[in-house]
């Protein structure tokens, strides 16, 4: 019996045995039923989650492109001391929010690029301390980038926080090898370590002389200060009513002994973060010209006239020489009577000057003191940086820079991959605007709007409008400019928020100008066609007027490129003798541009004398002229400037790279200039035959009468 119980325990045993192995077998195959084969599941599983994470990259490279456009708009302003608009804070502040989804796939420059915006954002929306915050953030993401250094520096000073500085990373040393070394995991990343780039050494859209701060000087505090100047003024600050900027300097050469001037002692900091052991290379040099003592003077002086009508915001510059022999160095002292800012000489016993006698200004540097007596800025007086500083405590407007027909207007957004104007000649005159015939195929016939006040209408001596080549068209029927027809040609993208802005005005624009014959053309260069098809879909009838994409960008270099255009949205005007009489923001004037043009006769299009001179007598050529648009010179416009942007890239190529040959661009030159002679083109491709390198010009025996000489 008990053999029998055995017996019977042992099958039992060998059953649980047999099930469990079973129930193992079936876990290893992903849980599938009978016959499927191992993995399977898991393998299709898998695809899904790949794929998703593919499209979640394709997304975040669209919102990064939106991310990137913003942030670079904002900044170039930053760069001129101009106030981006409150439409623009808006458009980055939804672009934000709607990609916050796409962090886990981005990259650490991707990153910081959002988090620096977010600082942007943060600042103009008057949030210092999502400012700060954010902006440091970014810098510790990517070191690299200067315009994370550049805005938390800012962002700091305004905030009396200490700056971040670069520091350059220390050299690890290499471990000892084995004698038998084993490939171990993590190699790859090791590699990518190695060549990671230095801090500060990307350069960016600001420019600034980070490492010329002097945070030792931020923290003392200013009380009432009332000095004289060489020639005998006073110069007052008051705490709670003025703001003070001064420059400081050493004059050695007015008889001062440099190894007696005592120098106030430097700050104790890691000599990792000072100037010259942070490897920045070309990108992050900082240019040496701006620290002189006559650029900062000069830098100094245009604030100072900008500032001319506040009374309550007060300049000086100060000689911070503390020399052994002080009656010498007296009489040896110049009068500065030619100074626009007023000098103080701290060493002079009248100056009441003294407690800056042996300041450390061997390199002179600039100080900002506000109403409360707090040093908001110590450092170079240069780029925007101590400008920024001072509107932003007097709310005193400092343009740095003049506005170009190149820049983009509020309300636009950078459009990227277009061709750069041509390069002139520094030292030949720039052809008047006014003048007839300043620019290729215009007409010596001016156009009959000149005496109107809209701003840019008409352009001076129109040119004949290029033809729309090499087009996909996605909504209406493709287009081929007619005579007696009016045309908008606008560039836009679905990435852009101000492009979207514009969509609803336009199609209004299109219903009430559609019985005089205008036609809206909505033109983008975006590769993606099912994105773009799929966007004007969504858009229906709000977007009811013709599209088409540019993928080769043709049209674009034709229009945006030949006129200096780099924004958009951006509308061109084509009138009934195909001339393209306007272009700018479609938002802006657009409505009564067409307007005056549909209402102008066709002839009057192409043959009128300027306003208040004698009524011209129609050219027997006009007629003809018309019916042949669009005609033969047309083609001859594109091959031309085709050619011309083909001359100038081999042409600027080989000057960046020494062993570059120019060969192709040379030809290309060449050509316009046999196909087009006496024309505007045929200077230009004289001017890029004169900026071939020497040593090309002779190999392939460029003459003095290609060059123009």
């Given at each position: 019996?008990?053999?029998?119980?055995?017996?019977?325990?042992?099958?039992?045993?060998?059953?649980?045995?047999?099930?469990?192995?079973?129930?193992?077998?079936?876990?290893?195959?992903?849980?599938?039923?009978?016959?499927?084969?191992?993995?399977?599941?898991?393998?299709?599983?898998?695809?899904?989650?790949?794929?998703?994470?593919?499209?979640?990259?394709?997304?975040?490279?669209?919102?990064?492109?939106?991310?990137?456009?913003?942030?670079?708009?904002?900044?170039?302003?930053?760069?001129?001391?101009?106030?981006?608009?409150?439409?623009?804070?808006?458009?980055?502040?939804?672009?934000?929010?709607?990609?916050?989804?796409?962090?886990?796939?981005?990259?650490?420059?991707?990153?910081?690029?959002?988090?620096?915006?977010?600082?942007?954002?943060?600042?103009?929306?008057?949030?210092?301390?999502?400012?700060?915050?954010?902006?440091?953030?970014?810098?510790?993401?990517?070191?690299?980038?200067?315009?994370?250094?550049?805005?938390?520096?800012?962002?700091?000073?305004?905030?009396?926080?200490?700056?971040?500085?670069?520091?350059?990373?220390?050299?690890?040393?290499?471990?000892?090898?084995?004698?038998?070394?084993?490939?171990?995991?993590?190699?790859?990343?090791?590699?990518?370590?190695?060549?990671?780039?230095?801090?500060?050494?990307?350069?960016?859209?600001?420019?600034?002389?980070?490492?010329?701060?002097?945070?030792?000087?931020?923290?003392?505090?200013?009380?009432?200060?009332?000095?004289?100047?060489?020639?005998?003024?006073?110069?007052?600050?008051?705490?709670?009513?003025?703001?003070?900027?001064?420059?400081?300097?050493?004059?050695?050469?007015?008889?001062?002994?440099?190894?007696?001037?005592?120098?106030?002692?430097?700050?104790?900091?890691?000599?990792?973060?000072?100037?010259?052991?942070?490897?920045?290379?070309?990108?992050?040099?900082?240019?040496?010209?701006?620290?002189?003592?006559?650029?900062?003077?000069?830098?100094?002086?245009?604030?100072?006239?900008?500032?001319?009508?506040?009374?309550?915001?007060?300049?000086?510059?100060?000689?911070?020489?503390?020399?052994?022999?002080?009656?010498?160095?007296?009489?040896?002292?110049?009068?500065?009577?030619?100074?626009?800012?007023?000098?103080?000489?701290?060493?002079?016993?009248?100056?009441?000057?003294?407690?800056?006698?042996?300041?450390?200004?061997?390199?002179?540097?600039?100080?900002?003191?506000?109403?409360?007596?707090?040093?908001?800025?110590?450092?170079?007086?240069?780029?925007?940086?101590?400008?920024?500083?001072?509107?932003?405590?007097?709310?005193?407007?400092?343009?740095?820079?003049?506005?170009?027909?190149?820049?983009?207007?509020?309300?636009?957004?950078?459009?990227?991959?277009?061709?750069?104007?041509?390069?002139?000649?520094?030292?030949?005159?720039?052809?008047?605007?006014?003048?007839?015939?300043?620019?290729?195929?215009?007409?010596?016939?001016?156009?009959?709007?000149?005496?109107?006040?809209?701003?840019?209408?008409?352009?001076?001596?129109?040119?004949?409008?290029?033809?729309?080549?090499?087009?996909?068209?996605?909504?209406?029927?493709?287009?081929?400019?007619?005579?007696?027809?009016?045309?908008?040609?606008?560039?836009?993208?679905?990435?852009?928020?101000?492009?979207?802005?514009?969509?609803?005005?336009?199609?209004?624009?299109?219903?009430?100008?559609?019985?005089?014959?205008?036609?809206?053309?909505?033109?983008?260069?975006e590769t993606a066609i099912g994105d773009v098809k799929k966007f004007v879909a969504e858009q229906g009838g709000n977007m009811n007027y013709t599209v088409a994409i540019d993928s080769e960008q043709q049209v674009a270099a034709a229009y945006m490129g030949a006129y200096g255009q780099n924004g958009i949205?951006?509308?061109?005007?084509?009138?009934?003798?195909?001339?393209?009489?306007?272009?700018?923001?479609?938002?802006?004037?657009?409505?009564?541009?067409?307007?005056?043009?549909?209402?102008?006769?066709?002839?009057?299009?192409?043959?009128?004398?300027?306003?208040?001179?004698?009524?011209?007598?129609?050219?027997?050529?006009?007629?003809?002229?018309?019916?042949?648009?669009?005609?033969?010179?047309?083609?001859?416009?594109?091959?031309?400037?085709?050619?011309?942007?083909?001359?100038?890239?081999?042409?600027?190529?080989?000057?960046?790279?020494?062993?570059?040959?120019?060969?192709?661009?040379?030809?290309?030159?060449?050509?316009?200039?046999?196909?087009?002679?006496?024309?505007?083109?045929?200077?230009?491709?004289?001017?890029?035959?004169?900026?071939?390198?020497?040593?090309?010009?002779?190999?392939?025996?460029?003459?003095?009468?290609?060059?123009?000489?």
């Open positions: 019996m008990l053999n029998t119980i055995t017996r019977q325990r042992r099958g039992v045993y060998l059953g649980l045995v047999l099930v469990l192995m079973s129930a193992g077998t079936a876990v290893s195959y992903g849980g599938g039923q009978r016959g499927e084969r191992p993995g399977g599941a898991g393998m299709a599983a898998g695809g899904v989650q790949d794929e998703k994470q593919a499209q979640l990259r394709r997304e975040a490279q669209t919102a990064m492109t939106q991310i990137s456009q913003t942030l670079t708009t904002i900044m170039e302003q930053t760069r001129q001391n101009q106030r981006p608009t409150q439409s623009l804070i808006e458009n980055a502040e939804t672009i934000l929010g709607q990609s916050k989804q796409y962090a886990p796939v981005l990259d650490d420059k991707q990153k910081a690029d959002f988090m620096l915006l977010q600082a942007w954002k943060g600042f103009y929306q008057k949030n210092p301390v999502e400012a700060v915050n954010w902006s440091m953030r970014a810098c510790k993401t990517y070191d690299a980038g200067q315009d994370g250094w550049i805005s938390q520096a800012l962002f700091c000073l305004l905030n009396d926080k200490r700056p971040l500085k670069p520091q350059a990373e220390k050299p690890r040393q290499a471990p000892r090898r084995p004698v038998n070394p084993r490939p171990r995991r993590g190699g790859e990343a090791a590699v990518a370590e190695a060549v990671k780039p230095q801090p500060f050494s990307e350069k960016g859209v600001l420019e600034f002389d980070l490492m010329g701060l002097r945070e030792e000087l931020l923290r003392d505090p200013f009380s009432r200060l009332e000095c004289v100047t060489a020639g005998g003024d006073k110069v007052e600050y008051k705490p709670g009513q003025d703001t003070l900027c001064i420059l400081f300097w050493q004059d050695e050469a007015a008889g001062a002994d440099a190894n007696d001037v005592p120098v106030a002692p430097m700050p104790q900091t890691d000599a990792a973060i000072m100037p010259g052991t942070v490897e920045m290379g070309t990108a992050g040099a900082y240019d040496t010209q701006k620290t002189t003592l006559e650029a900062q003077r000069d830098y100094v002086g245009l604030l100072m006239e900008a500032c001319e009508k506040t009374p309550t915001v007060k300049f000086m510059q100060v000689n911070t020489v503390n020399p052994k022999d002080l009656p010498a160095f007296l009489d040896a002292l110049p009068d500065y009577s030619e100074q626009r800012v007023p000098v103080v000489v701290a060493a002079h016993p009248a100056a009441n000057a003294r407690r800056f006698a042996g300041l450390n200004a061997a390199t002179p540097f600039m100080l900002i003191v506000d109403t409360a007596g707090k040093v908001k800025y110590a450092g170079t007086a240069g780029d925007f940086m101590p400008a920024f500083i001072l509107t932003e405590l007097t709310g005193v407007p400092i343009p740095l820079e003049k506005k170009t027909d190149q820049e983009t207007m509020p309300g636009q957004m950078m459009m990227p991959g277009l061709f750069e104007p041509m390069p002139t000649d520094p030292n030949k005159p720039t052809p008047d605007s006014s003048e007839p015939n300043s620019g290729p195929g215009t007409s010596d016939k001016v156009h009959p709007f000149a005496n109107q006040v809209i701003p840019g209408f008409p352009l001076p001596s129109p040119k004949p409008a290029a033809m729309l080549r090499s087009l996909t068209w996605i909504k209406g029927q493709p287009v081929k400019f007619q005579p007696g027809q009016v045309y908008v040609v606008e560039f836009w993208a679905t990435w852009c928020p101000p492009c979207k802005t514009s969509i609803p005005h336009l199609t209004k624009i299109q219903e009430k100008f559609k019985d005089k014959g205008v036609t809206v053309i909505g033109i983008t260069n949205p951006t509308a061109f005007v084509v009138d009934k003798a195909g001339l393209v009489v306007w272009h700018g923001h479609p938002g802006e004037y657009l409505e009564e541009v067409l307007r005056r043009v549909t209402d102008q006769p066709h002839d009057a299009a192409i043959a009128v004398q300027s306003p208040g001179g004698p009524e011209p007598e129609k050219p027997s050529s006009v007629v003809s002229q018309a019916s042949d648009f669009p005609t033969q010179a047309l083609e001859d416009q594109l091959r031309a400037e085709n050619l011309l942007r083909s001359a100038q890239m081999h042409i600027e190529e080989s000057r960046k790279l020494t062993m570059k040959n120019p060969q192709q661009g040379i030809e290309d030159a060449r050509t316009v200039l046999t196909e087009f002679p006496g024309t505007p083109y045929a200077e230009q491709a004289r001017e890029l035959l004169r900026r071939v390198p020497e040593r090309w010009k002779k190999r392939h025996n460029i003459t003095d009468a290609e060059l123009g000489f």
